[in-house]
């Protein structure tokens, strides 16, 4: 395995071991994260979470002055070329660097900008981009009764266990008036999500939100252990959910928006 797929691991695997800093790759593989990781000035908890399996040797409080030490330098892609040199590296350098932008939930312009430019220096065909772009983000669009109700019994669960029991109040409040539950999904007895066909109340980092499918703008998953899932809505908020214990809620969402899992989400 190439020093470009160990790194490509650390995010599609997350039992995958941390890395011990001894490849002659990787300063340019680490100075390619803290240069994504800075793109919009600051470190989030996702991101923060795959810099400290990159360096394990280092801690929280040292990784962000290694960040903060590292904000004014720039990244020549032709670094990354220059050890990406077969066509699996170079593609997998840039599905690398792909997942690093979208870890926070977003992907910006300038992001895209920047993977565009990692994929021309490579010589990666101009639509690559898009591709890697689209293994990890999936557009909002119709999601039917009948797509629910697949999702529903195609559904693997490994923490979350779906119950037919009575809404609890404070979900029950989120879900708009004349709508049936599905199902209410458990967490050690405690209720955490209602699905309904129209869409899904759950318990985010934000606190208890409604998520009708037929307003979801996008929908993002990275499966490094301690990221996030986040969904972006056309009213404009941005909903994100951490607590492992609540990842089946995004293999719901992969299901519902037909992104297949990357990889095991097991930790």
């Known amino acids: 395995m190439s020093r470009v797929d160990e790194y490509l691991a650390l995010i599609d695997d997350p039992s995958a071991p941390s890395l011990v800093q001894s490849h002659p790759d990787d300063e340019v593989l680490t100075r390619l994260l ?43 892609p032709n670094a990354l070329a220059a050890i990406a040199t077969s066509p699996d590296d170079a593609l997998n350098a840039l599905r690398f660097a792909a997942r690093m932008v979208c870890l926070d939930g977003d992907i910006a312009a300038d992001e895209v900008r920047s993977l565009e430019a990692l994929a021309s220096a490579m010589s990666l065909p101009a639509q690559t981009t898009s591709a890697v772009i689209d293994e990890i983000v999936a557009r909002g669009g119709e999601i039917t009764r009948e797509r629910v109700a697949e999702s529903l019994r195609n559904m693997f669960w490994r923490d979350l266990i779906p119950v037919r029991d009575d809404v609890s109040p404070e979900l029950s409040e989120a879900v708009p008036d004349g ?89």
Do not use: N
């Open 34 to 76: 803290l240069h994504l990781a800075l793109a919009d000035g600051i470190v989030e908890a996702d991101e923060m979470a795959l810099l400290m399996r990159v360096r394990p040797d280092l801690s929280h409080d040292e990784i962000v002055a290694w960040a903060i030490s590292s904000a004014d330098e720039t990244f020549d």
């Open 179 to 267: 709508l049936q539950p599905v199902c209410v999904l458990t967490h050690e007895d405690r209720q955490v999500g209602v699905l309904l066909f129209e869409g899904l109340a759950a318990v985010f980092d934000q606190g208890i939100a409604w998520v009708p499918f037929d307003q979801m703008a996008s929908y993002t998953r990275v499966p490094v252990h301690g990221a996030a899932f986040h969904l972006h809505l056309e009213d404009g908020r941005h909903l994100s959910m951490s607590e492992k214990e609540m990842r089946d809620i995004g293999g719901l969402f992969d299901y519902l928006c037909g992104r297949a899992e990357v990889a095991p989400m097991d930790p």
